[in-house]
T-cell receptor, first 115, second 112 residues
Framework: AQSVTQPDIHITVSEGASLELRCNYS??????LFWYVQSPGQGLQLLLK????DTLVQGIKGFEAEFKRSQSSFNLRKPSVHWSDAAEYFC?????????????WGLGTSLGVNP | EAQVTQNPRYLITVTGKKLTVTCSQN?????MSWYRQDPGLGLRQIYY???????DKGDVPEGYKVSRKEKRNFPLILESPSPNQTSLYFC???????????FGQGTRLTVV
């Protein structure tokens, strides 16, 4: 069965430091991959997506992610974190089978930012 | 502005009292779904709809109903809410099954 793993439940970084959030998926074919952010009390907002083509994708708010087929990974990065980046981050993949083609979600990584 | 609108944002109710959470999208999307979000369990799909009058169960459908009489609306119905349905609920829509989802702001439901 398809699955998405976010190995880090919680990460804390200092403001200005670089960030990498990990995401691994289990899926036979090339998946459609997404990163979403959820700020406290808010809905989920799309940061970036990968469907095909260039494996390094740019998103909003200065985030980027790299698709690595050999590692089944789609890690999210940001070179310099801002205090406003403190939020919950979710990785998701669209399944490519059946009518549902639902989004499979990781359990999320909570990001804390120290001033 | 493209958006998914859920109402209410917050709701406290008593066990057994029927309630409906509304969801409306203005993007002419065909695919809509409901999720619940619980600590440690992430997002779990309750029901989804591929188009008008086409709905199906997701991963945790017990205790919920949905309808899709119009393309833009996808209400979630709890006929007899129970405390284990206390959760944060999200409605989402997608233009097609291979595109990103747009989410509502969420409905925080407490059943006492």
């Amino acid at each position: 069965a398809q699955s998405v793993t976010q190995p880090d439940i919680h990460i804390t970084v200092s403001e200005g430091a670089s960030l990498e959030l990990r995401c691994n998926y289990s899926y036979g074919a090339t998946p459609y991959l997404f990163w979403y952010v959820q700020s406290p009390g808010q809905g989920l907002q799309l940061l970036l997506k990968y469907f095909s083509g260039d494996t390094l994708v740019q998103g909003i708010k200065g985030f980027e992610a790299e698709f690595k087929r050999s590692q089944s990974s789609f890690n999210l990065r940001k070179p310099s974190v801002h205090w406003s980046d403190a939020a919950e981050y979710f990785c998701a993949v669209v399944t490519n089978a059946g009518n549902n083609r639902k989004l499979i979600w990781g359990l999320g990584t909570s990001l804390g930012v120290n001033p | 502005e493209a958006q998914v609108t859920q109402n209410p944002r917050y709701l406290i109710t008593v066990t057994g009292k029927k309630l409906t959470v509304t969801c409306s999208q203005n993007m002419n999307h065909e695919y809509m779904s409901w999720y619940r979000q619980d600590p440690g369990l992430g997002l779990r799909q309750i029901y989804y709809s591929m188009n008008v009058e086409v709905t199906d169960k997701g991963d945790v459908p017990e205790g919920y109903k949905v309808s899709r009489k119009e393309k833009r609306n996808f209400p979630l119905i709890l006929e007899s809410p129970s405390p284990n349905q206390t959760s944060l609920y999200f409605c989402a829509s997608r233009g097609s099954v291979n595109t990103e989802a747009f989410f509502g702001q969420g409905t925080r439901l407490t059943v006492v």
